[in-house]
């Protein structure tokens, strides 16, 4: 069986003041030539909400969650948190977790596909915390495969986009004047590509949403126009990002003039985020309201029951070695395989020094 300590609930990160803003912009951008025009954009979102991100608060809330699952099934095991961007920073968290004699660590991301940002980038967060830290030779870091398609991620969506479709339909609109636009995160192509280009055009990324998109649909809305649009996109305008755009989709389906609602299932992000706050209520709803649609936004995961049981079920699959025949997935793409752990290099479970 794999050992495991603890829990580490492994996030992004955001400001919960103005002073933050700034200091939270740079900590994201460092090294990744964002234009500075698109930082001042970026800025003026936060500043709007008195410069605090909901996502800190949302994650406090799901470590809470996620200690009450965990002690409602008799297992004994702390939850930490740690954040790449703003406090708590990883190599705090592995501190903290190393000072209670907490050796192996699960990283529980809140990413749930496959990208540089959401897989690769918090392997090198953790490397970098277990260097600052000098404790890399006492502490070791896995983490949780990508679970775009576990259950627990997609039943929240699925009576979601249910509930906005019961919701049109109680306003007067028939489902074949209703669509449904799956939201994610735009990434630079070349980003897709190399995130698993044996899946085709767009890479694992693409094909990951699009499969969970599908499986949604035919659950909620079997039958119903949707397609996978992109949001948040920046980086310089002449590299190209994964398209179309939110509001350019939408805009396109009102000159096709039959649709009277979107549906938008912001299934790029287990909680609100900035992303959602911003780019979908306020940029991509007005958007469908300028054109005299109406437009409901799904819920995020958040702390769904679902959400929390799921990733607790993850956590336990992996405390098991369940195969992988066993493991729970909604598409033909998973279930997604484990990654290696991160530091202590030639480590092994049993050996997290990685010393022979
Ligand atoms: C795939 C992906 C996820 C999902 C996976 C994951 O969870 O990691 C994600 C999450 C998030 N992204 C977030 C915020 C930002 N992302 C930025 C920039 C970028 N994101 C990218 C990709 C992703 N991002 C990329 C390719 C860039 C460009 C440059 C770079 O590589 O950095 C920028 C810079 C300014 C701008 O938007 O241009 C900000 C402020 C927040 C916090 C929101 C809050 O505060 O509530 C969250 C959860
Ligand atoms: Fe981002």
Redesign the pocket.
């Known amino acids: 069986m794999a050992q495991y300590d603890a829990i580490l609930l492994s996030?992004?990160?955001?400001?919960e003041g103005q002073d933050e803003v700034i200091p939270?912009?740079r900590n994201?951008?460092a090294g990744?030539g964002?234009p500075d025009e698109?930082?001042e954009e970026?800025a003026t979102h936060?500043r709007h909400f008195n410069g605090v991100?909901?996502?800190n608060a949302q994650n406090r809330a799901l470590k809470a969650a996620l200690e009450t699952e965990l002690a409602a099934r008799g297992i004994d095991m702390p939850v930490y948190w740690g954040n790449?961007?703003t406090a708590p920073f990883f190599a705090d968290t592995v501190r903290e977790a190393h000072a209670a004699g907490d050796r192996r660590l699960l990283g529980l991301v809140?990413?749930a596909?496959t990208?540089?940002?959401?897989v690769e980038?918090?392997r090198e967060d953790f490397e970098r915390a277990l260097e600052t830290t000098g404790l890399g030779d006492e502490v070791a870091i896995d983490r949780i495969r990508e679970f775009f398609d576990h259950p627990g991620f997609v039943t929240p969506f699925v009576e979601g986009v249910g509930a906005a479709m019961e919701q049109l339909k109680a306003e007067g609109i028939p489902s074949d004047a209703v669509h449904v636009l799956f939201a994610t995160?735009?990434?630079?192509n070349t980003?897709a590509e190399a995130s698993g280009p044996e899946f085709g055009p767009g890479g694992a990324?693409v094909a990951q949403h699009l499969a969970v998109a599908a499986r949604v649909q035919e659950q909620a809305a079997p039958g119903v126009a949707w397609s996978l649009v992109y949001q948040?996109?920046?980086?310089d305008p002449r590299t190209p990002w994964l398209e179309p755009d939110i509001n350019d989709a939408i805009d396109e389906l009102a000159v096709a003039g039959s649709v009277k609602a979107v549906v938008i299932v912001p299934f790029?992000?287990?909680s609100?985020?900035?992303?959602v706050?911003w780019d979908l209520d306020n940029e991509a709803v007005a958007t469908a309201q300028g054109h005299g649609m109406a437009a409901v936004r799904v819920p995020t995961p958040g702390v769904h029951p679902a959400f929390v049981s799921g990733l607790i079920d993850l956590v336990v699959e992996r405390l098991n070695d369940v195969p992988d025949a066993e493991r729970p997935h909604e598409t033909t793409l998973g279930p997604w395989p484990d990654h290696a752990r991160v530091g202590a290099s030639e480590a092994t479970l049993d050996n997290p020094g990685g010393v022979a």
Not at 11 to 15: A, L, N, R
Not at 185 to 188: F, K, T
Not at 232 to 235: I, V
Request: cysteine-free; hydrophobic content about 30%.
């Open positions: 996030s992004f990160g955001g400001p939270f912009l994201v951008t990744r964002i698109r930082l970026v936060y991100s909901p996502i790449r961007n809140t990413s596909y990208s540089y940002s959401g980038q918090y995160h735009s990434i630079p980003a990324y948040s996109r920046s980086g790029g992000f287990v609100d985020h900035m992303e706050l």
